[in-house]
Each structure stands twice: as C-alpha cells, then as structure tokens.
C-alpha cells in the first residue's frame, strides 16, 4: 500500500542548556574514512549519558555487510573542546556481529554538565560532538528547551529541519517521535517527487537490510550535525519496522512473501539498537524515563510493540484490544502518580487527541452512537491512533483525572502535521466535560502532507478539511496540514510554550525556516493559549 493510504484519513479533513556554553564542536567536519556515519548521545541522566558511533576498519566493512574485522575503538569525555581535561575514557571492541557500531554509557558524570566526547581508531580521530548530562533530580531548574521532531522520510526532501536545530545553541537537547527511517522500497528515479533514494533499493526487511538503511540516513550532513551537536531522546513509531506495525504483523508485511513478522520485527529491533543512541529501560523495553531536576519528566511510549491489530467499528471499544499493553500502562500510569516534577512531558507517537469529522453536533453524538450501533467515541477516522483503543485511553485519561495529575503535555508525531489541542475527558461534550491534559504534534521533517498526497498548492485543498475539524472538534484549537518542519519545546515552572517552524521548501537542501506560530499552556489549567501567530 502506497504512503498516500497510510495517511488517507487525513484527507478528509535553564540547567539543561549548559552544553550551549560549551565552545562548537566539529559537527560539520568531514567524516574520516573510519568514522563515516557520524556521532551521537541520548538518553542524558544526571550522572550519566549514551556515546555513540559507527567504525569502519576496511573499505569493505561495509553496514549490513557482515564483514570485517573486530576494531578497538577508543572513547573520551573532556570539559574542554581540545581534550585537554578529559574526565571520563575507555575502549570497546566492535565487530561484524554488531555492524561495527560502538555504544558506550558513560558513568559517573556530573549532573547538569556539558561535556564534550569524540572516538578514535588506529591513528585517526572522529568528529567531536557535545552532549550535557541531566540536572540532578532534586534541582530547582529554571526552563529547558528541546528541539521536538518526527517523520523524517529520505526520498521526499531534506533534513533541513535538522540544520536550522543544529545552528541553536539554546537546547537541551532534541525529542524525536519516531519515523526516524522509512523501510519503504526505492522510488524509481530521482524527478519532481524525490530528491534522492533509499538504499538498498528494495523494501527492506533482514537485518542487513535495515542496517544499510540505518547507515544511509546517518550520512546525511544534517542529520550528523545535530546528532554531534545535542543528546537525542529517542521512541520508534512504525517506519522504523513496517507501516502500521502492531503487535503481530504490519500492514506493510505480508509473511507469503516477506517471511514470519517475528524475523523482521527481531532484525529491526536490533538495527535500532546497534544504531541509535537509545539506554532500554527496565527488562530490555523501548519505555523509559528521564527527569530534568524538579522542573520536568519526560517519559518516552511504545506504542507499536505491544499493540492488538488495528480495527474499526464497534471493535475500537473493545476493552480487550490495548495500544499500549497491560504491563506499560500499568507502568505508566505509576509514572504518572509517583513523578515529582512541575510537568509531565510523554513522548507519544501517535494522537492521543479525539479526532471526528462532519456535521454532527455533540450533544447528538451520544444519543447516535446508540441508536445507530457506532463506537462511542463516534465513527473513527483513523484507528491506528489513540482513537482507535479508546479503552486505553479512557483508562489513562481517566487516571490523570481521578488521580488529580496536572500539567500533563502529550508530544506527538506519526501524522506529519501540526495540531494544538486541549486534551477531553469527554470529547463529546466538551468544553462542559473537563480538559485533563493538553497535546502539541508536530509537522513532518520531510515526510509527505496533505498538499503533497494530492499535488495541489498548499494552503488550498486543506483549509476546507481544518475548517470541518475545527467545526467538529471543539477541543482542537489549532491545525496546519500541509506545512513540514519542527518545534521548539520550552518549559518553565509557570507555563509550557511550543514553537512551530515551517520550511520554505523541504526539497531545497538550503531551505529557509520561519517561525509560525505559538501556544502555551498554563500550570495547573489544561488548557492552551495561542500567543504568536
């Protein structure tokens, strides 16, 4: 199935910043013949951080080759950028079996830290990048800033969202939601809908297949960039497997031909691992959290590995269908109760936000839902979100209210667009029934939009489909569905505010960004303000 169906729903309708002190780093420096692929962190705790890297010991170590030799490669953090006050090093070895990728958890940093970090092999040095560890939990943490992106498609356009985050020096550090590759086959040619092409050319489903692809996307000078430049915090959404990943297979896999899900899902799983900057939590899950001093938590969801089968109908309303799985809601739900910061950040793939449309009032919904056998929630636009479990979300909805949890602020990507909403307890009978979080998605770094899918201008066909969300959807207070780019996260103890920054062109490697618009929401409200724009 082509990408225009993976998104036709939408056609109808402070502390943290101390690594920005820190003198620039070599991120743009050219990439040595053994460190091609760049370097990167994540995951910053207070006293500790992810360094990552790729070796290639021989022209012919190529990823994905499963070849070449074990390679020692060597790892420094220094205060300084020329590594004269180193204050952590070691080495690790690497090999084929792991495609010569290095991941090391640095321990016994000091919290709210910027440091700088860079590998060496044989003679020759990698880039330097920069990275800072978390403020201590107990830290009275003025503000931070995270740079907030998803769906970042190869073929389509150009990171030019990485490079316009890479050049600030105000972050903490950058959330991405997922969509991180694509796993979708070669487009026939490079022409007016493709700037470049995936390799390998074919869909890609082994091991080999996802760590060429992996690779592919870390040459790309932007993406290094701002990897070199900030720690990453990273979730998967479904591209990073096949599109519409649930549990037990995908809507992009078929086991006649493309083998048992459980290979490709396994030899995904360790592609991501082997390449991304990512610390598993507890019992080896994607599922974790990280906490900012007492200012905020951000705790990052999964929402593709534990999933029943995407549904319609009646059937979303079926308590036993789950998005998130028994064990994780029960995790997050504790999360949520025990957290002891001012804000609640969760790192979600996929809206959380009821979406409907037409001309139904709500105070008719309830009342049709009834009479005419639909879902109670009303007829489902796109199942694959939250919309589609709605068990699952009104128990977690549910909890932050019952639990009086405020400050709750869902980041979301997966529909490369941009909404701002107050999150309903009741959607049909908002704004009567309470607000119990808010929610900010953002655009698509490159992924194709509403005005892509269809060829047309933007700004044209679109309007008409957020003029009937707006009219149907009283708890949505904003949306864009044509425009790609990113946001900029900032928190404070009094208010939260997103930035939307739109791209002039995604296929212009040079695009320009301007900013779009504002929202904030309140501590203690749930409720969000557009203030710019």
Known sequence: MTQLNRREALKLGGAGVAVAALAPAAAHAAPTPYFQHGVASGDPLPQAVVLWTRVTPTPESLPGSGTGPSAEVGWQVAEDADFTAVVASGTLTTGPERDHTVKVDVQGLRPGTGYHYRFSYLDAHSPAGRTSTAPASGA??????????????????????????????????????????????????????????????????????YRQRHAQYKTDPDLQALHARYPWMVVWDDHESANNAWEGGAQNHTPDTEGPWEARKAASRQAYDEWMPVRWGQGGVLQRSLRFGKLAELTL???????????????????????????????????????????????????VSPLKL?????????????????????????????DGYAADRAELLGHLRENGITNTV???????????????????????????????????VASDNIDDMLGVRPRTVSLAAETAIANTNRHVRWTNLDSHGYCVLEVRREQVRMDWYFLADRKKADTSARKAVSFTGVSGTQKIKRVWG
Not at 165 to 174: F, K, P, Y
Not at 187 to 207: C, F, G, M, S, Y
């Open 140 to 209: 009275d943490v003025e503000s931070l800033k995270f740079g907030v992106v998803s769906c970042s498609d190869w073929e389509v356009g150009y990171f030019g969202a990485y490079r316009h985050l890479a050049a600030r020096d105000d972050l903490t550090g950058v959330i991405h939601l997922g969509d991180y590759i694509y796993e979708y086959a070669a487009a026939p040619a490079v022409d007016a809908k493709n700037v470049r092409l995936h390799q390998p050319a074919h869909e890609i489903i082994t091991l080999a297949d």
């Open 301 to 351: 969801l999964d929402l593709r590995s534990h999933r029943s089968e995407q549904a319609n109908g009646l059937a979303v309303d079926d308590p036993a269908r789950t998005l998130t799985g028994r064990a994780q809601m029960d995790w997050l739900k504790q999360t949520l109760t025990e957290s002891r910061t001012r804000w609640r950040l969760l790192g979600n793939s996929v809206m």
């Open 358 to 386: 037409g001309a139904v009032t709500a105070e008719v919904l309830g009342p049709l839902t009834r009479l005419l056998g639909i879902p109670q929630g009303g007829l489902v636009l796109n199942s694959d979100q939250w």
């Open 410 to 444: 869902f980041l979301t990507g997966d529909i490369h667009t941009s909404w701002a909403s107050e999150v309903p307890l009741k959607a049909a009978t908002y704004p009567r029934s309470p607000s119990v979080a808010t929610e900010f998605v953002v655009p698509s």
